[in-house]
């Protein structure tokens, strides 16, 4: 349970988003909103633009930030989850913060790139309500414990609802779903294997079932947002080997216990697992359905997800026994744990500082 200083500092933070996205409001000038394609915001229409561009633009960003935030917080420091929350918030379409922080040191004239955008979560308020669901259903999944029959159950019926809203994000969460519980049924050897296969059966046969009845309202139409991602060798090699050959690495050297490692992370491998498959399906079935706009948010959430593990080991306090040990290994952990515990508190404020200027120059070149 998060302490008070903490439950204050998560307060601080999401305040602090909140009067980001206000000022952004207010210096874009958003406020019309274009349900045109839109599933769910139609709905809203009945209420005044100005409370509409509230909830869109404001409440399901922040809400964004918020369950991210939360996600990281169960293994990272305030600061390195908050960190990581923010950048896997404040997006701009086709210009990543890590192609600004490029192009601020290798490249100035990249920045005019910038100039007219709007950050991804308000341009696309479709994309956010999606993201919710899907960190919700995430949430629920990996917090339960019994994994009885009714509990997969009702899972299983809602990662498969949810592909009326998002096809992929559903097809991920549920190929995710079937992963986990089967793992964990095993691993509480409540249930015997028979039994076990039962309850795959039946949930891949609910989850057909669901998808059969709604054939008619998933929406193959999305919008299209060309150049967004290039899926192509770099992108599986950095947000898929580079997290497992980095695990693997700090597994062979910190000696970390596996039982440890599964224990707390078989959810995230598991997730970028699902992930994987369903990006090779898709490329497989149609190539530019990687640019629609729901197959894009969960997956770019995802990407940051993966690199958790490896921040929660290189930021734990070194090993009592490295600290007396002088050897060449011992030295490099301390500095590790040194550059990734004491001088965060140092670099991760400019970062920081550095989102706040990758938000906020579109409404300057705008001036």
Same mark, same amino acid.
């Given at each position: 349970?998060?302490?008070?200083?903490?439950?204050? %500092?998560?307060?601080?933070?999401?305040?602090?988003?909140?009067?980001?996205?206000?000022?952004?409001?207010?210096?874009?000038?958003?406020?019309?909103?274009?349900?045109?394609? $839109?599933?769910?915001?139609?709905?809203?229409?009945?209420?005044?633009?100005?409370?509409?561009?509230?909830?869109?633009?404001?409440?399901?960003?922040?809400?964004? /930030?918020?369950?991210?935030?939360?996600?990281?917080?169960?293994?990272?420091?305030?600061?390195?989850?908050?960190?990581?929350?923010?950048?896997?918030?404040?997006? @701009?379409?086709?210009?990543?913060f890590?192609?600004?922080?490029?192009?601020?040191?290798?490249?100035?004239?990249?920045?005019?790139?910038l100039?007219?955008?709007?950050?991804?979560?308000?341009? @696309?308020?479709?994309?956010?309500?999606?993201?919710? #669901?899907?960190?919700?259903?995430? $949430?629920?999944? #990996?917090?339960?414990?019994?994994?009885? /029959?009714?509990?997969?159950?009702?899972?299983?019926?809602?990662?498969?609802?949810?592909?009326?809203?998002?096809?992929?994000?559903?097809?991920?969460?549920?190929?995710?779903?079937?992963?986990?519980?089967?793992v964990?049924?095993?691993?509480t050897?409540?249930?015997?294997?028979?039994?076990?296969?039962?309850? #795959?059966?039946?949930?891949?046969?609910?989850? %057909?079932?669901?998808?059969?009845?709604?054939?008619n309202?998933?929406?193959?139409?999305?919008?299209?947002?060309?150049?967004?991602?290039?899926?192509?060798?770099?992108?599986?090699?950095?947000?898929?080997?580079?997290?497992i050959?980095?695990?693997?690495?700090?597994?062979?050297?910190?000696?970390?216990?596996?039982?440890?490692?599964?224990?707390?992370?078989?959810?995230?491998?598991?997730?970028?697992?699902?992930?994987?498959?369903?990006?090779?399906?898709?490329?497989?079935?149609?190539?530019?359905?990687?640019?629609h706009?729901?197959?894009?948010?969960?997956?770019?959430?995802? $990407?940051?997800?993966?690199?958790?593990?490896i921040?929660?080991?290189?930021?734990?306090?070194?090993?009592?026994?490295?600290?007396?040990?002088?050897?060449?290994?011992?030295?490099?952990?301390?500095?590790?744990?040194?550059?990734?515990?004491?001088?965060? #508190?140092?670099?991760?404020?400019?970062?920081?500082?550095?989102?706040?200027?990758?938000?906020?120059?579109?409404?300057?070149?705008?001036?």
């Amino acid at each position: 349970m998060a302490t008070k200083s903490a439950n204050n %500092f998560i307060l601080i933070s999401n305040f602090i988003v909140l009067v980001v996205l206000i000022r952004l409001c207010i210096n874009n000038n958003y406020g019309i909103i274009d349900t045109t394609g $839109h599933d769910f915001f139609p709905l809203l229409n009945f209420l005044p633009n100005f409370f509409l561009t509230i909830f869109t633009d404001i409440l399901l960003p922040l809400l964004v /930030f918020f369950l991210i935030q939360l996600l990281f917080l169960k293994y990272l420091s305030f600061i390195w989850a908050t960190a990581m929350s923010v950048v896997a918030t404040f997006s @701009y379409v086709g210009y990543e913060f890590k192609n600004f922080l490029i192009d601020v040191l290798f490249n100035w004239q990249g920045l005019k790139v910038l100039e007219g955008k709007s950050l991804f979560l308000i341009d @696309y308020p479709n994309v956010s309500l999606a993201v919710i #669901i899907f960190l919700l259903l995430a $949430h629920l999944s #990996i917090k339960i414990t019994k994994f009885d /029959f009714v509990q997969i159950f009702l899972l299983t019926f809602l990662w498969s609802l949810f592909s009326i809203y998002s096809l992929s994000g559903s097809l991920i969460g549920i190929i995710f779903w079937f992963f986990y519980f089967t793992v964990k049924l095993y691993r509480t050897k409540k249930y015997q294997n028979k039994k076990i296969f039962i309850n #795959i059966v039946s949930n891949i046969f609910l989850f %057909f079932v669901v998808i059969f009845f709604l054939k008619n309202y998933i929406n193959f139409n999305n919008l299209k947002l060309e150049n967004l991602i290039i899926i192509d060798l770099k992108y599986f090699i950095f947000y898929f080997v580079l997290p497992i050959i980095l695990i693997l690495t700090i597994f062979y050297f910190y000696k970390i216990d596996r039982f440890e490692i599964v224990v707390k992370f078989l959810h995230i491998y598991i997730l970028m697992l699902s992930d994987f498959i369903v990006t090779l399906v898709f490329l497989n079935f149609d190539k530019n359905f990687v640019n629609h706009e729901f197959f894009i948010y969960p997956h770019f959430v995802l $990407h940051f997800y993966y690199f958790m593990p490896i921040i929660y080991y290189l930021s734990r306090p070194s090993n009592p026994f490295d600290k007396n040990r002088q050897s060449k290994g011992s030295n490099l952990k301390k500095k590790v744990s040194y550059f990734f515990n004491e001088l965060s #508190i140092i670099y991760l404020p400019v970062l920081f500082v550095m989102i706040a200027i990758y938000t906020f120059l579109p409404g300057i070149f705008l001036l």
